[in-house]
C-alpha cells in the first residue's frame, strides 16, 4: 500500500508519514528541504510540487497534498497552482482510493494574508470540485483545515509567551493543535474513511466559533 505525501520534511506532514509507517503503508514524501524520517518503507523525493516530472514516482493509493508556503510571493503558485498540477498528475493513479488536502482555516475566514488565504481558499474549491470528479470511481476526497498547530513555521509565536498566551486566547479550548493530532485525522479520512467526501473539516480549537455574547 503505497502513500505519497507532499510537504513530509517537518511538521504536519512529517508527522502523517509517520502515521501511515506505522500503519503499515509505504511513503513516498516530496519536499524541497532534506527530511529527518529513517524508515525502510520511507523514500523521500527532494522535488519542488511544481515540477512537472513525475514520471518517477509510483503511483499512489492515497495522495496527501500538505506542501505549503506562507511566502506571500510564491503563495498562489506553490499552494494552489502547484497542488493542482500536481494532483492532475497522479489522480491518473488506477489504484487511487483517496486524495486529502490540507487547507487552513484562513480559508474560511480570510485571516492571515491575502494570497496565502486566498490560495488555501482555491484549494478547498478544488477539492470540492475532484471530489465531484472521482466520485465515479469510489475515490474519496476531502480537506483539513488547521487552526494554529505547534511547527516551526509558528515558532516565533510558540517562543513568545505574550504572541502565544494572545493566539491561545483566541480558542474556546485555550490551545493549538499538535501535529499528531492532524496526522491521525488525515489517516482515518484516508486510510479508514469510504462514506465522507467533498467535505472540509475544521481543526481550530473552537477559535472561529468563539464570541462574547452581549444582551
Known amino acids: 500500500m503505497t502513500?505519497?505525501?507532499t510537504g513530509s520534511a517537518n511538521g504536519i506532514g512529517k508527522a502523517t508519514a509517520e502515521r501511515f509507517l506505522a500503519g503499515g503503508y509505504t511513503v513516498h514524501g516530496i519536499d524541497i528541504e532534506e527530511s529527518a524520517i529513517?524508515?525502510?518503507n520511507y523514500h523521500h523525493i527532494l522535488r519542488d510540487i511544481r515540477s512537472d516530472i513525475w514520471d518517477d514516482v509510483p503511483?499512489?493509493?492515497i495522495l496527501i497534498n500538505n506542501a505549503g508556503t506562507l511566502k506571500e510571493s510564491d503563495a498562489i503558485g506553490v499552494n494552489l497552482e502547484g497542488t493542482m498540477r500536481l494532483t492532475e498528475y497522479f489522480k491518473q493513479s488506477p489504484i487511487l482510493r483517496s486524495v486529502l488536502f490540507i487547507a487552513s482555516a484562513s480559508a474560511r475566514n480570510g485571516a492571515e494574508f491575502p494570497y496565502y488565504a486566498a490560495s488555501k481558499a482555491g484549494v478547498v474549491c478544488?477539492?470540492?470540485n475532484l471530489a465531484l470528479e472521482l466520485s465515479k470511481r469510489g475515490t474519496t476526497v476531502n480537506s483539513i483545515s488547521p487552526g494554529g498547530v505547534i511547527t516551526d513555521?509558528?515558532?516565533h509565536i510558540l517562543?513568545?509567551?505574550e504572541l502565544y498566551s494572545?493566539?491561545?486566547a483566541e480558542t474556546l479550548l485555550g490551545k493549538w493543535a499538535e501535529p499528531e493530532e492532524i496526522a491521525e485525522l488525515a489517516y482515518?479520512?484516508?486510510a479508514v474513511n469510504r462514506s465522507i467526501t467533498g467535505e472540509d473539516i475544521l481543526v481550530d480549537n473552537g477559535e472561529m466559533l468563539k464570541s462574547n455574547f452581549i444582551w
Request: hydrophobic share 40%.
Open 166 to 168: 494572545a493566539v491561545k
Open 153 to 155: 513555521a509558528n515558532r
Open 38 to 40: 529513517a524508515h525502510p
Open 59 to 61: 503511483m499512489p493509493e
Open 159 to 161: 517562543e513568545s509567551d
Open 3 to 5: 502513500v505519497l505525501i
Open 188 to 190: 482515518y479520512l484516508t
Open 126 to 128: 478544488y477539492m470540492k
